[in-house]
């Protein structure tokens, strides 16, 4: 960003934002916050013109091949789905420029991805922030203690961990061939979270309970910070304890749900408990066996 007698600080960078979706947008405005220059920013839909106008303001919104033109940083903020075609299709147009650093916000690619503008000469980053987005300034606040998986040629790493620390995040380093599994790992922690709690709910509001939130809300915390800190030694419950009998009496009363979907996981998650319960020697394997087998009855309560 220009300082007020209008010249740029050293070391600052003109920056494009392809995509000001609840990603880009606020990326946008962290590197803003650094000093940087947001030269422009792509935004189709009437929701992403309105997130423009909240977190950059000012920032104009140009057509892309503009934006690459103008940037010294592009950062592309796009569905993982259309990312590949989005980079092919402007190196075909000739658009990117040697030099130029090149950075999505991709979990599932590293740097390949973006091959094709490396070809015409400019330097791909992977940048993807360990965080779930509301696109609002709320998420400026918890960038402090988000991660960002980072993968970067050898040569300018440092430059992703910079652009990383500058936006006030911690940057991990991802090697290409891991950004898969890496994606997996965040994606079964946050996403299968919120559908576990969705069926918890789902669960306390059939039988009556008007708040069910209020009563998971302080459980599931607490489990989670728990797990956070202590690991597998934080786990709890009768599939832990092997506490059998009250494994079949889950079983038994979930059979009767019209929910497949909730005894399928219920009855998944306690197997891969129950299994590194084992591994870890807080079952014997008499007792996860046992586990096992009252998990495996079918709803009529037998095997």
Known sequence: MASGSGAR??????????????????????????????????AVSEASRERAEMLLPGVPVLEIPEIIERSELVL????DDALPELVEGLAVLGAWQPGQLVAHTSGRFGISVLDPARKLGA?????????TFTGMSLDLAR????????TAPTAVLPVAQALVVEMGAEPVAIEEAHRPLYHAALAHASNHLVTITAQSTQLLSDIGVEQPHRMLGPLMRASLENALSAG????????????IGTVEA?????????????????????????????????LSHAQGAAIAHALALDTSGTS
């Open 143 to 150: 960038l402090p203690d988000c991660s960002f998986g980072i």
């Open 76 to 79: 592309i903020a796009v569905p």
């Open 232 to 243: 597998e030694g934080a786990l709890t419950g009768p599939v832990a304890r092997g506490d």
């Open 250 to 282: 889950h079983m038994a009363a979930l059979k009767d749900q019209p929910s497949e979907d909730i005894r399928a996981a219920y009855r998944s998650l306690a197997v891969a408990t129950a299994r590194r319960a084992v591994e870890r020697g807080l």
């Open 123 to 131: 330097i791909p980053l992977a940048l993807h922030p360990a965080m």
């Open 9 to 42: 600080r050293p070391g600052r960078l003109g920056v494009g934002v392809i995509g000001a979706g609840k990603v880009g947008a606020v990326l946008g405005a962290a590197l803003r916050a650094a000093d940087h220059a947001i030269i422009g920013v792509s």
